[in-house]
C-alpha cells in the first residue's frame, strides 16, 4: 500500500493494528473459569472476526483494488 501512494494507508494501518490489539486482548485461558459463558463468548469472539474480516475484506481491502485498477498499476509496481 505505501509502495503504491495508496491514500488511504495509514487508515488501513491503523484497522489492522487496532484488530491485531483486539485479539491480543482474547484470554482462552479464561474460558475455563466461564463455565457457563464459554459457548456466549466463542460465538461472539467468531461473530467479531467473521464481521470484521468479511467488512474489511470486501470494504477497506476492496477499494484498493479499485485504486490500482484507476491507476493503472500492475503487478510490477506492488
Request: avoid cysteine; proline fraction near 1%; glycine fraction near 2%.
Amino acid at each position: 500500500m505505501e509502495q503504491i501512494s495508496y491514500p488511504e494507508f495509514e487508515a488501513q494501518k491503523r484497522a489492522h493494528s487496532a484488530f491485531v490489539e483486539r485479539l491480543v486482548e482474547i484470554d482462552l485461558s479464561e474460558l475455563d473459569a466461564m463455565d457457563d459463558n464459554q459457548q456466549e463468548y466463542l460465538i461472539n469472539l467468531i461473530d467479531f472476526l467473521l464481521a470484521w474480516l468479511s467488512n474489511h475484506i470486501l470494504g477497506s481491502d476492496k477499494k484498493i483494488g479499485d485504486y490500482i485498477r484507476t491507476q493503472h498499476l500492475s503487478a510490477t509496481d506492488i
